[in-house]
């Protein structure tokens, strides 16, 4: 059974930085399988970030993609997010996920979420 | 981009019910399209994939059909513990995808 758990911090001043990994137990992201990030602001609906495969390669919402960086590691089994230039816009609960391109072709286990503010 | 169009946004409903909703995708998706339920607070959950096809584990009171530009999720007989947001999303191979805007499904 996979295990996806966000960190990072949960404050992020306006025009900085966000970042966030997503650990992952119970299966090497190295052998298979999607790895993305969604997000959604409070109250609000679902937003698709992007996503990496096992070997690399990264596809990410065009209307992101200038401030986006999604990248793995493969010896800590973790995934990271990196969203520059942040605003009030970016707020949101940040979910890391593991999607399956193959079968499903869905996103099928999700991290628990990470709530990250964006304020001076 | 894939514009995904929910509807209703609201759905007041009754224990026993039988609820649809329905999602339209501004091109054709073939049947890349699936259906999540959020629970308030809680992490979205995968019921239905490839428009028709049920997870394991999701009782089978939930149904989805279509193909194309038109899908419909339903619920036959509405339950307690069903009363939350659903949310479609297109899948299409080779493109960004979309989540559209969410039904919640509430006690009427």
């Known amino acids: 059974q996979v295990h996806l758990q966000e960190s990072g911090p949960g404050l992020v001043k306006p025009s900085e930085t966000l970042s966030l990994t997503c650990g992952v137990s119970g299966y090497s992201i190295s052998r298979g399988y999607y790895w993305g990030w969604i997000r959604q602001p409070p109250g609000k609906g679902l937003e698709w970030i992007g996503s990496?495969?096992?070997?690399?390669?990264?596809y990410y919402n065009p209307s992101l993609m200038s401030r986006v960086t999604i990248s793995m590691d493969t010896s800590k089994n973790q995934f990271s997010l990196t969203l520059s230039s942040v605003t009030a816009a970016d707020t949101a609960v940040y979910y890391c996920a593991r999607i399956d391109i193959n079968i499903l072709v869905a996103i099928e286990s999700w991290g628990q979420g990470s709530l990250v503010t964006v304020s001076s | 981009d894939i514009q995904m169009t929910q509807s209703p946004s609201s759905l007041p409903a009754s224990v026993g019910d039988r609820v649809t909703i329905t999602c339209r995708a501004s091109?054709?998706?073939?049947?890349?399209l699936n259906w999540y339920q959020q629970k308030s607070g809680k992490v979205p959950e995968l019921l239905i994939y490839g428009a028709s096809r049920l997870q394991s584990g999701v009782p089978s009171r939930f149904s989805g059909s279509g193909s194309g530009t038109d899908f419909t999720l339903t619920i036959s007989s509405l339950e307690a513990e069903d009363f939350a947001t659903y949310y479609c999303?297109?899948?299409?191979?080779?493109?960004?995808?979309?989540f559209g805007r969410g039904t919640k499904v509430e006690i009427k």
């Open positions: 990496l495969s096992h070997s690399g390669n990264t």
């Open positions: 091109q054709s998706i073939s049947t890349y």
């Open positions: 999303q297109q899948s299409y191979v080779g493109t960004t995808w979309t």
